[in-house]
């Protein structure tokens, strides 16, 4: 197929500004992160049923449960590479279809495993394996999905497009803790730890509908007239660092805080799971706002501000969550607030990521580059801080975490990457072309 001008374009935004293709790049994205919530939410579940058989205490269960969970993401760069190479060569459309599929199959098997009653030794393997299907598939879906979002969006709003990824991650995280919270603690532990897992099939099948009637990519259309590139190591690395506060602030305070709150505070299920939704909430309300805010005065300075305000809040808002003496209100909000932070990194992230790499290598750079800093501060955010809090005492780890995070990203953001300069100061390999297709499109 090659580009003729607007017909492609038309497919997909010219019925509406783009919307089958904000729902087409963002509905994996629901997916992959509401069954990472559902494993965060129920891994004193998962740690009871599949990793502490005999015995042994709760948390050494749930350190176990958290080894799992980030073996998953070491996965994520390797996902990353092989995905985000058929993406860049072979189309958007295709390999998000495949990816998809392969992240809600293996979310629905989580859900049908038999338990270590059942089936022994065997059954933390079984789900250790699943979780390396999902890592594969998490790690090509994020590249891809920004890949589409950010080559459809119309001029000035690369922005707000971006933070439609990382939108639905937070209804995704929503939805995982609504999921679980709707059941209750009794019914989880029962038999009610399944359902969660086994609701990715009529998710999956929506995406599937989604991705499947998805054009290509003007931008992937067009990359036959740009010469072969290469993946820039220095790039790839700025961009790792300048994500690492959103990776491990997010989960910190939005995934690892329930089983936090239960086994270093000794919170009530509900109440864990009703602090959880809090903070996602307030993820969630920063995010469009932060997305627009980055395309009227650039990425990195609502990044920046976002990490820059982590550093400064997040011991103080371990210690109000600590006093017995604080409102209710009074830990809600500063949840919220906490969940606002990593939003203000979120908005803006996804677009930050795809203009540090060109079109023919956009998927694997960008894809990579997250994939890494999710591996290292996100998938080790539980085990890290679990076991931190175990053999210290301390509960104030999970603040040392996300703000030790978040200063790596500051330093990284202060750094203005090559690509950056030459899309403002000078015509580059990308920015022509990006411009004449999307003059032909208007």
Not at 28 to 36: A, L, T
Request: hydrophobic letters at 50%; proline letters at 6%.
């Amino acid at each position: 197929m090659t580009w003729t001008g607007r017909v492609p374009y038309e497919r997909t935004a010219g019925r509406g500004p783009g919307v089958r293709a904000v729902a087409a790049g963002s509905v994996g994205n629901f997916v992959e992160w509401y069954e990472f919530a559902v494993y965060g939410f129920l891994a004193t579940v998962l740690a009871e049923r599949f990793f502490t058989p005999a015995g042994g205490g709760p948390v050494e269960g749930l350190v176990r449960t958290y080894a799992s969970f980030a073996l998953a993401f070491f996965f994520r760069p390797l996902g990353a590479v092989l995905f985000g190479r058929l993406g860049d060569r072979y189309g958007r459309r295709p390999v998000l279809i495949g990816v998809v599929a392969l992240m809600s199959g293996a979310t629905a098997l989580i859900g049908a495993l038999p338990t270590y009653g059942a089936v022994g030794a065997l059954a933390p393997w079984l789900l250790t394996l699943l979780r390396i299907v999902q890592g594969l598939a998490a790690g090509g879906e994020f590249g891809g999905a920004v890949a589409v979002l950010t080559e459809f969006a119309p001029p000035g709003r690369r922005g707000l497009y971006g933070a439609w990824q990382s939108f639905t991650v937070a209804l995704g995280l929503l939805g995982g803790a609504g999921v679980t919270a709707v059941l209750g603690a009794e019914r989880l532990a029962a038999w009610g730890w399944r359902l969660p897992f086994l609701l990715a099939v009529p998710l999956g099948l929506l995406a599937l509908w989604l991705r499947t009637g998805l054009a290509e990519t003007p931008e992937f259309l067009e990359r036959s007239k740009s010469p072969e590139m290469s993946l820039g190591w220095g790039a790839l690395v700025l961009a790792a660092a300048r994500v690492t506060g959103w990776a491990a602030a997010g989960y910190t305070f939005l995934v690892v805080l329930p089983s936090y709150l239960q086994t270093a505070l000794h919170t009530g299920f509900a109440q864990a799971l009703l602090a959880a939704a809090v903070a996602n909430a307030g993820f969630a309300a920063a995010i469009l706002p932060a997305g627009v805010l980055s395309d009227r005065v650039g990425r990195r300075p609502v990044l920046l501000a976002g990490a820059v305000l982590v550093v400064a809040a997040a011991l103080p808002v371990l210690d109000l969550l600590q006093d017995p003496g604080a409102s209710a209100l009074a830990k809600a909000l500063a949840l919220a607030g906490a969940g606002a932070l990593v939003g203000l990194m979120a908005g803006p992230g996804p677009a930050l990521l795809a203009e540090m790499f060109p079109s023919r290598v956009r998927w694997t750079g960008l894809g990579l580059a997250y994939a890494l800093s999710n591996a290292v501060f996100s998938g080790c955010a539980g085990l890290i801080i679990t076991e931190a809090v175990r053999r210290t005492g301390n509960p104030d780890i999970p603040g040392y975490y996300a703000a030790a995070a978040c200063a790596v990203s500051a330093a990284a953001l202060l750094k203005r990457a090559p690509q950056e300069r030459s899309w403002r100061s000078r015509p580059s390999e990308e920015a022509p072309q990006e411009t004449s297709w999307r003059k032909r499109c208007e």
